[in-house]
């Protein structure tokens, strides 16, 4: 590895290369994890805890169906469909043990991307939630799946609660549309007879691909990533190493994070599901985070020590009025990831939970984290931190050629975590010579060696010739204390070529166009402040709360 000017700065007692090999396979590292932990709590969701111990029985029960009953083939993929639930774990470890490759899916979804992702990626099986059963029906015929596992929303919180809460989503909240899947397992009767079945360990090694992690499609059709046990093997070693300052400070009772983020997000799904998981933390499992009311009632009935997210959720929090009066009392801090953190939304963050919110930096493509910054209190705001062990990362141009320090380009990485390559495509110029991943993301490396985002590449504005990027108004526009959230994207005009137009969601209804067109004159050269600005009740986002400005610009298009 190049002595890259990152290395200075590293943190105090995190090697700069690490060993990779700690474990042969995901299935290995889970089975450990469960040795270690098997009576603590391993993941609790609405009030209902499973432990380590109980995952790996159910796991191993979902494991031996899919071998005996389903007769399903090392390597053939199975598909999960469901937000955060107790199922979730269940049915991702369990597919693993059986030696499948597990195609995490969006359960909002419309019928044409499942189609698209169950085709592309030869799906055989899938786990989806009663709710989401409608839309798959509609395009069941033009995929290859022939086993459908059905499960409902409290099937894993026991016989009472469970069937009071199954009762009041399809009856009293009518979240259940109607479908026919007549050849549809339940996903309770699945691990009941699956208890009774001999399960076989097959042999995994790490070159095997774990998963397939669709992209999530923001930039166009989504393309399946494929990782291997030993991306994500080696990717929880790296960030096992970061989390120290986080993990070794114990506290009463055990480290307890919160999980927001979907599990089917590769973020989710490594950090808060595989690294939480072989520490022995505490994962607690939420939903519907879009229910920020609801988010925060169910905050309280815990002492966390650990947060992720990304920053709409982040701001949606600060803005609740209740949000102020958790117990930050053992709160370690948050780690903010999918998006930009925007200056505005850590400051706050910090005043209010005392903590700070750190931001990282990672791709589908990359299991996810590349950089993040330091845990230990050496941040460095406004940057996405620095690479993590056995990493590098660096700045090129269009043309291959690495750029110096300061100067911005195309961020490119390579490191044990990065994929294979996307699931059966071409790849040409998905890599540059040297097997550097392009990340797509425009950045540079700063005076620190700390990494900065400028924009994503494809979302870059040209006005007059200049350069300007969307991450770069929005986190001004955010400082306006009347502003919630804001999107920034470029428009056609004859003078200029593209001029910037805003869409802004108020959090002060007084706010007027001129007020906030003031504010960014003051803050901004002229060239970068927005021609249009718009307000809105709302922004398009992803489920994960990524706002997409490619919605927008579709929007424009067709105005």
Same mark, same amino acid.
């Given at each position: 590895?190049?002595?890259?000017?990152?290395?200075?700065?590293?943190?105090?007692?995190?090697?700069?290369?690490?060993?990779?090999?700690?474990?042969?396979?995901?299935?290995?590292?889970?089975?450990?994890?469960?040795?270690?932990?098997?009576?603590?709590?391993?993941?609790?969701?609405?009030?209902?805890?499973?432990?380590?111990?109980?995952?790996?029985?159910?796991?191993?029960?979902?494991?031996?169906?899919?071998?005996?009953?389903?007769?399903?083939?090392?390597?053939?993929?199975?598909?999960?469909?469901?937000?955060?639930?107790?199922?979730?774990?269940?049915?991702?470890?369990?597919?693993?043990?059986?030696?499948?490759?597990?195609?995490?899916?969006?359960?909002?979804?419309?019928?044409?991307?499942?189609?698209?992702?169950?085709?592309?990626?030869?799906?055989?099986?899938?786990?989806?939630?009663?709710?989401?059963?409608?839309?798959?029906?509609?395009?069941?015929?033009?995929?290859?799946?022939?086993?459908?596992?059905?499960?409902?929303?409290?099937? =894993?919180?026991?016989?009472?609660?469970?069937?009071?809460?199954?009762?009041?989503?399809?009856?009293?909240?009518? =979240?259940?549309?109607?479908?026919?899947?007549?050849?549809?397992?339940?996903?309770?009767?699945?691990?009941?007879?699956?208890?009774?079945?001999?399960?076989?360990?097959?042999?995994?090694?790490?070159?095997?691909?774990?998963?397939?992690?669709?992209?999530?499609?923001?930039?166009?059709?989504?393309?399946?990533?494929?990782?291997?046990?030993?991306?994500?093997?080696?990717?929880?070693?790296?960030?096992?190493?970061?989390?120290?300052?986080?993990?070794?400070?114990?506290?009463?009772?055990?480290?307890?994070?919160?999980?927001?983020?979907?599990?089917?997000?590769?973020?989710?799904?490594?950090?808060?599901? @595989?690294?939480?998981?072989?520490?022995? @933390?505490?994962?607690?499992?939420?939903?519907?985070?879009?229910?920020?009311?609801?988010?925060?009632?169910?905050?309280?009935?815990?002492?966390?020590?650990?947060?992720?997210?990304?920053?709409?959720?982040?701001?949606?929090?600060?803005?609740?009025?209740?949000?102020?009066?958790?117990?930050?009392?053992?709160?370690?801090?948050?780690?903010?990831?999918?998006?930009?953190?925007?200056?505005? @939304?850590?400051?706050?963050?910090?005043?209010?939970?005392?903590?700070?919110?750190?931001?990282?930096?990672?791709?589908?493509?990359?299991?996810?984290?590349?950089?993040?910054?330091?845990?230990?209190?050496?941040?460095?705001?406004?940057?996405?931190?620095?690479?993590?062990?056995?990493?590098?990362?660096?700045?090129?141009?269009?043309?291959?050629?690495?750029?110096?320090?300061?100067?911005?380009?195309?961020?490119?990485?390579?490191?044990?975590?990065?994929?294979?390559?996307?699931?059966?495509?071409?790849?040409?110029?998905?890599?540059?010579?040297?097997?550097?991943?392009?990340?797509?993301?425009?950045?540079?490396?700063?005076?620190?060696?700390?990494?900065?985002?400028?924009?994503?590449?494809?979302?870059?504005?040209?006005?007059?010739?200049?350069?300007?990027?969307?991450?770069?108004?929005?986190?001004?526009?955010?400082?306006?204390?009347? @502003?919630?959230?804001?999107?920034?994207?470029?428009?056609?005009?004859?003078?200029?070529?593209?001029?910037?137009?805003?869409?802004?969601?108020?959090?002060?209804?007084?706010?007027?166009?001129?007020?906030?067109?003031?504010?960014?004159?003051?803050?901004?050269?002229?060239?970068?402040?927005?021609?249009?600005?718009?307000?809105?009740?709302?922004?398009?986002?992803?489920?994960?709360?990524?706002?997409?400005?490619?919605?927008?610009?579709?929007?424009?298009?067709?105005?």
């Amino acid at each position: 590895m190049q002595d890259f000017p990152w290395f200075k700065r590293y943190p105090a007692g995190i090697p700069q290369e690490i060993t990779l090999n700690e474990y042969s396979s995901l299935v290995d590292l889970f089975e450990d994890s469960c040795k270690k932990y098997a009576h603590h709590v391993a993941f609790e969701n609405m009030g209902v805890k499973m432990t380590f111990a109980q995952v790996d029985q159910y796991s191993r029960d979902f494991a031996a169906y899919l071998q005996e009953e389903l007769k399903l083939q090392k390597g053939e993929r199975i598909a999960i469909q469901m937000p955060n639930l107790l199922q979730f774990p269940v049915a991702f470890f369990g597919a693993l043990r059986a030696g499948l490759i597990v195609v995490n899916t969006n359960p909002l979804y419309t019928p044409r991307e499942m189609e698209h992702q169950f085709k592309d990626a030869g799906v055989k099986a899938i786990v989806i939630v009663a709710n989401f059963a409608n839309s798959l029906e509609q395009i069941l015929a033009h995929t290859s799946i022939k086993h459908i596992i059905v499960t409902e929303l409290g099937d =894993m919180l026991g016989s009472f609660k469970g069937a009071l809460v199954n009762f009041v989503v399809k009856r009293v909240k009518k =979240m259940v549309p109607a479908y026919s899947l007549p050849t549809a397992l339940s996903f309770n009767a699945v691990l009941k007879k699956g208890a009774s079945l001999s399960y076989t360990k097959p042999v995994v090694t790490n070159d095997d691909i774990a998963v397939l992690q669709y992209t999530g499609g923001t930039t166009g059709i989504s393309k399946g990533a494929q990782l291997t046990h030993g991306n994500i093997v080696s990717h929880n070693t790296m960030v096992k190493h970061w989390f120290k300052p986080f993990l070794e400070e114990k506290v009463a009772g055990g480290d307890v994070i919160i999980t927001a983020i979907p599990m089917y997000h590769i973020f989710a799904l490594t950090v808060n599901g @595989v690294l939480m998981f072989s520490t022995g @933390v505490k994962s607690v499992l939420i939903t519907n985070p879009r229910d920020i009311k609801g988010f925060v009632k169910e905050l309280k009935k815990h002492r966390f020590t650990i947060f992720t997210g990304v920053n709409t959720l982040y701001n949606g929090l600060l803005n609740n009025p209740d949000f102020k009066n958790l117990d930050f009392s053992i709160f370690k801090g948050a780690i903010g990831g999918g998006m930009a953190v925007q200056d505005a @939304v850590a400051t706050r963050w910090r005043e209010v939970t005392g903590k700070p919110l750190i931001e990282g930096y990672g791709l589908s493509e990359t299991s996810p984290v590349l950089c993040c910054n330091p845990l230990d209190g050496n941040h460095k705001q406004g940057t996405i931190g620095l690479p993590m062990p056995s990493t590098e990362v660096a700045v090129f141009d269009d043309d291959g050629k690495q750029m110096a320090q300061g100067e911005i380009g195309e961020i490119c990485a390579r490191g044990p975590q990065v994929m294979k390559g996307y699931w059966e495509k071409d790849n040409a110029g998905v890599f540059f010579p040297g097997n550097w991943f392009r990340t797509g993301d425009i950045g540079l490396m700063d005076a620190d060696g700390f990494f900065k985002i400028v924009d994503r590449k494809k979302d870059m504005i040209k006005v007059s010739g200049f350069n300007v990027y969307p991450n770069e108004i929005e986190n001004v526009m955010a400082g306006h204390p009347g @502003v919630l959230e804001v999107a920034a994207i470029g428009v056609p005009d004859d003078k200029s070529g593209e001029v910037i137009k805003a869409f802004v969601v108020k959090k002060d209804q007084d706010l007027t166009e001129d007020q906030l067109k003031d504010f960014c004159y003051k803050n901004m050269t002229n060239y970068k402040v927005p021609k249009h600005i718009v307000f809105r009740s709302e922004l398009p986002k992803t489920n994960v709360g990524k706002i997409l400005r490619r919605a927008l610009k579709e929007e424009e298009s067709k105005s």
